[in-house]
Each structure stands twice: as C-alpha cells, then as structure tokens.
C-alpha cells in the first residue's frame, strides 16, 4: 500500500523577506502609535493640573502665578508700546501732510503770480482761449509736481503712490483685527522712534550754531530785492551772544521756607552749598531737576507751580580777551618797581584830567569789583583796604588772577608803586567768581555773580566794576535793577568782539553804564564793540598796571578802560548818588569824540574828571563845570593825545 506524501511547497524567492518586513513594518507602527499616547499621558500626569495639590507646593503655585503675571505685564507694555508707535506715525502723517498741502499752496501762489507778470509782460497780439490758458495752468502745475518728485514719474503714478502709501500707514497703524496678527507684530522689527526736538532753552533768536544761525525762510514772500551793502562800522549785531549753560541745575532766589517745601515735593533735589562760597549767602539756591526731566522743562514747571518765586538757568560768564598794548618804546613785562609812574607810560589820568589830589574824593566810597582773583601781595596793593571773598562751585580750581589784579590795580593802585591807582584811599570789595574750566580757561556762572551781588548789597557797596562777557540774563538784569534802585551804581566793559560783535552783557543793561576804551590818540580801541548801548569812552589801550608774580606790564581793551569811569564815579558819588544812569551821565564832563552826539563807536564821548573836591564835605563843595580847576596842560600831554578822530573809517 502506498502512503500518500503531502505536496511540498515550492519556495518563492523573496517571499520571507517581505514577510519579515511587513512584520517590522507594523511592529514600528505600534510602536509609535503606543509613543504618542503615552508620552502626552506621561506629561499630563506630571502636570500640576494632575498632579494638583499632592504633588505641587503653595509656593510653587504663588511662582507660577508671579510668572503669568510678569507675561501679562511684558504684553500690557508692548502694547503700549505699540499704542505710542501708532500715535507717533499718526502724528508725523499730519505734519508731513500739511507741510504738502503748504508746498502745494506756495506753488499755487507762485504759479498765479507768474501768471500774472507774463499777462501783464507779454503783448495783446493774439487773443488766446479760456480753454487753453487753464490747460497751460495745468501743464504748468504738472511741471512743478515733476520737478519736486524729481521728473521720473508722472501725476498718476505719483498718486497711486501716495494712495499705496497711505494705506500701509493705515494698516500699520491700525489696531490688530486677531490674536495671531497681535503676535505678528511682536514679533516683527520696530522702527526706532524718531528723536523729539530739545526744546529751546532761550529765545531762538539768541541761539546759534556754529557761525551761521537757523533761520526759517518765508516760503510765501516774493524773492527779496538785492540788498544794499551796509557800511561795516555802522552794522548793528544780534541781541547778545549765544548762551551757554555751565551746568544743568536751575537757580533760585530768595526762595522761603514754603517755596523749598513745595520744590521738594515736585522732586527737585537742593545742591548743597559750596566750602569755597566765603563769605556763604543764603539768597541764592541750585537745584536739580529730577531724572528723565530736561532742563527748560523743569524750569517751566517751577515756573508753573510758583509763580511768585524767581527761577532761572544757570549760563556761563567769561572774562574779556585783552591784548598786550603795542608798545614799541617801551620794554613790556617788567617786575613790580616803586616810585610812581611817569606821564609817557601812564598816560589815563592825563587824558581824563585827573588830578593826583582827588584820590581823596572816593576816601568813604566803597567800589566793588566783580572779576577773577588778585594777587594780594603784589606792592601795588601793600596797605589798601582790601576785602576778598570767593564765590566758586564745588570742586572748582581757581583761575589765573591776572585779569582781576590788572583791573584792581587801576583803581587801588599804592600810590608809591610802578602802577599807582586812581582812588586808593577807598574801600574795595573783591569778588571772586571765576574758575578753570576743563581746558583752563577762566569761567563763572549766574549762581556765583548772584551770591557776588547778594554779598555787595550785604557789604552796602557804593558802585560795582564788572568786566565780563555773557547772555541776557533775566535772575542778573533783575539783581542789577534792585540795586540800582537802592542807589548802587554800575559800570561794565562794552566788549572786545569788534565792530560787528552783538551786544555784551552786562553791559548792555539798562542801568548798566557801558564804557569803550580808546587809546592815546583818542581813536577807538580796534577791537572794541560797537553799538548803540555803548555810554563813555576811557583809556584802555596800552594801559600800564600790574600783573601777578610781582609784575606790571601794558595791557588792552575795555576792561581797563572801565575802572577810569568806576573812579570819576567814585570821586563824583556826592554828586550823582540816587540818580538815574540818564541823570549821571547827563551831570559829568564828557568830551565828544567823533561825529558830533552820540555814535556807536565812542557813545557820548570821552568821560573826563570832575573839577575838585572838598573831603568831608556835602554835595554842595563840589566846583561847578564852570569854575573849573587848572588842568594839565595839552601841550604836556605827549604827542597824539590831541588828535580828534575824523569820524567811522
């Protein structure tokens, strides 16, 4: 019997393999099915919703809560953010809009009047149609808008343009429509904002920069008629030169108990005083204003919270450049000598007609002076009555003292030195107010001349020197006025910035009498201001006085020439005190120089010496104008001091 065998089957190549393949196939599958459900079930279950309180800490929920509470901090900022980007753009669109509709305005005003000069040029041969000169309007206009987009576009390109435009600023500006746009822009770069304009400090038409001012131009005006070329002596200047802060605080003065309360409240914050302000005043407070506030802001605002209360800025003052006379006869520098100076090379008191006796007039007179440091031992000083105080910022060097020692000198001068004085028997009053800067060059500001002058009314000075160059300061015009009206007298140096200088203050004040200097030959100092404030003129070129180190020397310009007019002040103050600049310098002697009246280049003309005087006595011993005293004679003035000048050249 034959057993049946089973049917071998017959291998296929390739039928294992893709079994096997198809068996790991569904095995990874699996797997990453199995993958993506538990790993989210893993991380549901590590979850603090899961987990809840077995798992997570009272801190750690009031950590979590901190965190979404500085997320929905950052959001709230950059959505204002956001909010102040589109007000800003919004802001710039209308500025750039109505600066084109005035461009567009003064081109349709250009466009009518060039109309009308060619209607009223061009000759009536052809009548010409209403069609066609609106059509040449039009192509003019056309023209004009080609030439401003610089002629590679045309008017509807241009206006699709402007449309295209205009709707980008729009969206950009507007409101996000979804959340998703929201965190598009957050996303997206900013655009840096535009920097704000610093608000001027002063009036603009004191501020300059650099050499030429900002003027903004008329764009309605018709172009200018060529102008005349003014002849450059009689040119007048701006109002002052521009100014300059010394540092950022703000000056207050007077200010009581009240006032200081409330600027503290406001977040102002009180400098302290300074160790080198001797004798210390308490009519004069710096303050600084608080972070992120400017300036000219804070100033507005104490201006607004108290408006009873004088605030100011604190501007920087410097002393006038002078030059070494020329001198060719005479040696220059030379040490401090005794035994009085001879007429050739001190010459001033000659020229004013000031005798040796009147040194006596000015005996209780007490003059102040406003300028740098002296040098208390120089012989010029030996036995003067002398009082020094230092007015200086904190951490402040002080400053060469030659310009203070060579006006003092002029004035308090030892009558038995190389450089005797005018008035040396009066009481002098030095004040201090300069300092180096950082390029060492002498510097004051308005805190330091206020506490100068509150420390002169103090001291009851009778008449004030100031040699010195700054802006117009309203806290220092309005210390001036109150003194003057409780009789103080004042004189200051024009200036030495030329013809074409702008005005110099404080010379240029009121109650300020400003002096000029001109030389032996009476002719005006080359580099002296000229303007229609300037009062005297006095001698001040080539003026021997003394420098510092034990020296004396030629020096030049309207400093010292200033000190002649302070002394005739001095010797003449029974006769002018409690009268007005106007009363003073109509009751002295002044001599004209130049064009007959008053010029711009010597003022009034040269101011000379009262008669005599009598010590001790009342108003009432000054000789009259007319019974004058003997005086030295002109031809004992040396040669070239009786020259008239022949007028502006």
Not at 546 to 554: D, K, R, W
């Amino acid at each position: 019997m034959v057993t049946p065998t089973r049917p071998r089957l017959r291998a296929v190549p390739g039928n294992c393999r893709a079994s096997a393949r198809r068996r790991l196939s569904m095995r990874l599958v699996l797997g990453l099915m199995l993958s993506t459900s538990i790993l989210p079930l893993c991380a549901l279950l590590e979850s603090p919703v899961w987990a809840g309180s077995r798992t997570w800490s009272n801190r750690d929920w009031s950590r979590e809560a901190e965190r979404a509470r500085e997320q929905a901090q950052q959001a709230a900022e950059r959505a204002r953010e956001l909010a102040q980007q589109a007000a800003e753009r919004a802001r710039q669109q209308a500025q750039q809009a109505a600066e084109r509709a005035a461009r567009q305005q003064a081109r349709q005003s250009r466009d009518d009047d060039d109309d009308n000069d060619r209607q009223i040029v061009a000759t009536p041969a052809a009548p010409r149609r209403d069609q066609d000169t609106g059509q040449n309007k039009r192509n003019d206009k056309d023209k004009d808008n080609d030439k401003d987009d610089g002629g590679d576009r045309s008017g509807s390109q241009r206006n699709r343009d402007k449309r295209e435009a205009n709707r980008n600023n729009q969206d950009s500006s507007a409101p996000p429509a979804t959340v998703v746009e929201f965190f598009k822009r957050l996303a997206a770069p900013t655009q840096p904002k535009t920097q704000e304009p610093v608000p001027a400090l002063v009036p603009t038409q004191t501020i300059t920069t650099g050499a030429v001012p900002i003027q903004k131009a008329k764009q309605n005006a018709a172009p200018p008629p060529p102008a005349k070329k003014p002849p450059l002596k009689l040119r007048v200047g701006p109002l002052g030169p521009p100014p300059v802060l010394a540092n950022n605080t703000i000056v207050g003065v007077r200010l009581n108990s009240a006032a200081l309360k409330r600027v503290t409240e406001l977040g102002f914050k009180v400098a302290p005083a300074s160790p080198l302000f001797q004798p210390r005043t308490t009519g004069v407070t710096q303050l600084v204003a608080p972070e992120l506030l400017s300036t000219a802001a804070a100033l507005d605002l104490l201006h607004k919270e108290l408006p009873g209360d004088r605030f100011g800025l604190n501007y920087a003052y410097r002393p006038y450049e002078v030059a070494t006379g020329d001198k060719p006869e005479a040696p220059g520098v030379r040490q401090a000598s005794f035994g009085g100076c001879t007429a050739q090379r001190c010459y001033g008191p000659a020229v004013i007609g000031w005798q040796p006796s009147m040194r006596s007039c000015a005996r209780d007179v007490r003059i102040g002076v406003i300028d740098t440091s002296i040098d208390r031992n120089h012989p010029a000083f030996k036995g003067r009555n002398l009082h020094i105080a230092n007015f200086l910022p904190n951490g402040a060097r002080r400053a060469p003292n030659w310009h203070g020692t060579g006006v003092m000198a002029v004035l308090a001068g030892n009558p038995d030195s190389g450089t005797p004085g005018l008035v040396p028997d009066a009481s002098f009053f030095a004040a201090n107010v300069y300092h180096s800067d950082e390029h060492g060059q002498p510097v004051a500001d308005t805190a330091s001349l206020l506490q100068a002058l509150d420390w002169m009314r103090a001291s009851k000075v009778h008449v004030i020197n100031m040699s010195m160059s700054g802006p117009q300061d309203e806290l220092i015009e309005g210390a001036i006025k109150e003194l003057s009206a409780r009789g103080v007298l004042f004189v200051a140096a024009a200036g030495n910035g030329g013809p074409n200088a702008p005005k110099s203050f404080p010379a240029a004040y009121k109650q300020v009498i400003a002096v000029t200097a001109v030389g032996k030959d009476l002719r005006g100092y080359v580099h002296a201001n000229h303007g229609d404030y300037i009062d005297v003129a006095a001698p001040g070129v080539g003026i021997w006085t003394a420098l510092p180190n034990l020296l004396e020397g030629y020096q030049s310009g309207t400093s010292f020439a200033a000190p002649h007019v302070t002394a005739i002040l001095a010797a003449a103050h029974d006769r002018v005190r409690q009268k007005s600049k106007e009363e003073i310098l109509s009751s002295l002697d002044i001599r004209d120089l130049g064009p007959a009246g008053p010029d711009r280049i010597y003022g009034r003309g040269l101011a000379l010496a009262p008669a005599a005087c009598s010590p001790g006595h009342d108003p009432g011993g000054w000789v009259t104008n007319i019974v004058r005293a003997p005086v030295t004679p002109l031809e004992s003035i040396p040669s070239g001091l009786t020259a008239r000048p022949s007028g502006y050249k």
